[in-house]
């Protein structure tokens, strides 16, 4: 089997899975994403490590958990030994760059102690984390947070040059609607997210990172890439440029799912998630109606984006040599489960679209098939280095390699759970429950049938998805349902123990040392010399 030359990773942010036409939204049309699916594999049940953006993108570069690396939150650093996708496969010759979001941060302490700065090439790569640099964008402008980082922005830099001016477009113009007397309306109040942005189409965010991830595949010329095209939209600020901002009425919205049910006598956490402030927000009749347009018309947009971005991969050739995927970092509740943002264990929040074309003969079989099997995003590092043939990392890595499904060979083994976790220390639920930061951590088993969501110092959450599929009632403290928890309980502690913390030896190596003991010269517990026994 050739190796892969080239991978287009493309993650768009705060995606949920049934908002694209091939998962079966019945309005909001996306004929590219979809085209992309025709060509290749449709996963219908993968899921994200952490429903929150910096620690499932840690787990996607990774491909190690969240307990496991240690990334828990947006602004809690990845650990400097933590191996990411550019440490595999550079190795084998591949660049590995970002075009948009990483949203991780450094390990200065980390660095430091090694003497390491990012004025160097190895602490560049460090800080990155392990992607070479390129278009590094996380999309969190406001001007109080642009001030902090020294003002620097390519991309204002860029729109400046093209007559906005501001100190800050990001915030002003992308970001921001205009009033009937010309007044600046900030998209970052949902109130205003019917508005048009008042940045061009073609010089909004998703525009120009798609036109930035063809100038470096340009560049690249005949080497070997991974281009992470990490769009920073549908994320909020919920604001599209026109003419996305008004091409979706009510008439197009999914119903809302949630329940009266839900509110009595509820699990204590997620009562102290559904009363801050964002998820009293989107209950309150009419938030969604307004948000709901702009959030669908930026998802058009980088259906319309990537079909152009296609179409030119096609002309040139590249589709021939390069995997595709497409995915998201999480969902968004959108006013389910009386919910704002993401965060907790419903499907809409912890489940991602996937959807990966493998260019190679060995993958006709399987075009435009859909998979019902349970992934993980940690599964995406160890197919890309299946993919490219660079070396294994078993001992690391804690996903599996997607090849064999993508090729019709679906292993008997398959894993017949998924999981994801939560450190809520830094929201305001944890306040009002009045727990340690150390002690505000969640975690999700999801089977065919049950999920169970394990609070730590408060009950579980047990839903029953074959009678229960909306995930209203709460079974967490049903007596009649205590053996079934216990026993995705102890499936949820058999997944926390089989993490891999042996990360700096192999099994290969392992065993080499043992069978090596006797010729080593060092005795331990023998008789005699002429005693051979072990």
Not at 424 to 430: D, E, I, M, S, V
């Amino acid at each position: 089997m050739p190796d892969i030359k080239n991978i287009l990773f493309i993650m768009a942010d705060q995606l949920r899975w049934d908002y694209l036409s091939c998962y079966g939204h019945p309005h909001l049309k996306t004929p590219n994403i979809d085209r992309l699916a025709e060509r290749g594999v449709l996963f219908d049940r993968a899921y994200v490590q952490s429903p929150v953006c910096g620690p499932s993108r840690a787990s996607y570069y990774t491909g190690r958990t969240v307990f496991s690396h240690g990334a828990t939150w947006n602004h809690v650093p990845l650990p400097i030994g933590e191996l990411t996708i550019g440490d595999y496969l550079r190795p084998r010759g591949v660049t590995t760059a970002v075009v948009g979001k990483t949203h991780m941060i450094a390990d200065k302490d980390g660095m430091a102690r090694l003497g390491l700065n990012e004025g160097t090439d190895i602490g560049c790569l460090v800080s990155q984390p392990g992607f070479d640099p390129y278009e590094r964008d996380d999309g969190l402008h406001p001007d109080r947070g642009l001030a902090r980082r020294g003002g620097k922005l390519r991309y204002n830099d860029w729109l400046r040059e093209l007559g906005y001016d501001s100190k800050n477009p990001w915030n002003d113009f992308a970001n921001a609607g205009e009033g009937p007397g010309g007044e600046i309306l900030s998209g970052w109040y949902l109130k205003n997210s019917h508005l048009p942005a008042r940045v061009k189409e073609e010089h909004s965010e998703t525009a120009y990172m798609t036109m930035r991830a063809q100038e470096f595949i340009t560049e690249m010329g005949d080497a070997p890439w991974l281009c992470h095209l990490s769009f920073i939209k549908p994320h909020w600020p919920y604001i599209a440029p026109a003419p996305y901002h008004s091409m979706y009425g009510p008439e197009t919205f999914l119903s809302v799912v949630r329940n009266e049910c839900e509110k009595l006598d509820p699990n204590p956490v997620f009562d102290a998630f559904m009363k801050m402030e964002v998820s009293e927000t989107f209950s309150r009749q009419g938030v969604r109606e307004v948000v709901l347009p702009a959030y669908m018309g930026l998802i058009r947009q980088i259906d319309d984006h990537l079909g152009r971005l296609f179409d030119w991969l096609e002309k040139t050739g590249r589709m021939n040599d390069t995997m595709i995927v497409f995915t998201s970092d999480h969902g968004d509740y959108l006013g389910d489960h009386w919910m704002g943002e993401k965060e907790l264990f419903h499907e809409v929040s912890v489940r991602a679209p996937l959807i990966i074309c493998d260019p190679r003969s060995e993958a006709d079989a399987t075009r435009g098939a859909t998979c019902s099997e349970f992934v993980e995003a940690i599964d995406l590092v160890p197919t890309f280095i299946e993919a490219t043939g660079a070396k294994p990392s078993p001992h690391r890595l804690e996903g599996c390699s997607l090849i064999p499904i993508l090729h019709g060979n679906t292993p008997q083994d398959w894993r017949d759970c998924v999981f994801s976790e939560i450190d809520y220390a830094f929201y305001a639920a944890r306040e009002t429950l009045d727990v340690g930061p150390s002690d505000a951590r969640g975690y999700m088993i999801r089977t065919e049938r049950w999920k169970y969501v394990h609070f730590k110092g408060y009950p579980p959450q047990l839903f029953d998805l074959e009678t229960d599929p909306d995930e209203f009632v709460d079974l967490g403290r049903n007596s009649n349902y205590e053996n079934i928890r216990r026993e995705l309980h102890r499936k949820l502690t058999d997944r926390l123990i089989d993490r891999k913390n042996r990360v700096t030896m192999s099994d290969e190596e392992v065993l080499a040392m043992r069978a090596g003991e006797s010729s080593s010269g060092i005795v331990i517990g023998r008789w005699e010399e002429t005693n051979t026994t072990v």
